[in-house]
């Protein structure tokens, strides 16, 4: 798995599915933030995280 920090996690999430994502995890907050887990086209999972 591989993993990105990003500006909006709340976004990606619904980015990712309107665009045929996988959506793995749905987003969660965390001590560290917000993260949601997606499946990109190829298959492999990604771990995309917010601090704010």
């Known amino acids: ?3 990105f ?3 909006d996690a709340d976004e990606a ?3 990712a599915k ?3 994502f996988g959506v793995i995890a749905d987003v969660k ?3 560290m933030g917000r993260r949601v887990i997606v499946r990109d086209p190829d298959g492999r999972q990604v771990f995309l995280f917010s601090t704010t």
Do not use: L, V, W
């Open 1 to 3: 798995m591989i993993g």
């Open 5 to 7: 920090e990003i500006a």
């Open 13 to 15: 999430a619904s980015a």
């Open 18 to 20: 309107a665009n045929g």
């Open 29 to 31: 907050a965390t001590a």
